[in-house]
């Protein structure tokens, strides 16, 4: 899979814990710590906080990269997502600089 988008193609959705999800996909360039998007077929599911890249060993047989894996914190419910049907994107969002919002300083 080619991969051009800022965005992450998810695969899988893993809750390692109450606090911590792993994000499972297929994305192109630098994972950034921050605020991530979870879109279902482009709309807004879920946002949580990217934590950073969960480093996998690739595995001895076949060509493929492996899927990447980032982990986050907060919880998503795996269950209202058809990863055969629904197009499951992971997107960071912006960052917001506070430091120009803040009045009369």
């Not at 710590?33 to 599911?45: C, I, K, S, T, Y």
């Not at 076949?62 to 998503?76: D, F, M, T």
Request: glycine share 8%; charged share 25%.
């Amino acid at each position: 899979m080619f991969q051009t988008s800022p965005d992450m193609q998810v695969v899988d959705i893993i809750q390692m814990s109450p606090k911590e999800v792993f994000i499972v996909g297929y994305l192109a360039g630098e994972v950034k710590p921050g605020a991530w998007e979870l879109r279902r077929n482009g709309e807004a599911v879920a946002t949580v906080q990217a934590t950073g890249e969960v480093q996998v060993e690739a595995g001895r047989k076949g060509k493929l990269a492996p899927p990447r894996v980032i982990s986050c914190q907060g919880q998503v419910d795996k269950k209202q997502f058809d990863f055969t049907q629904d197009e499951v994107t992971l997107a960071p969002l912006p960052h917001r600089d506070n430091t120009t919002s803040q009045a009369g300083s």
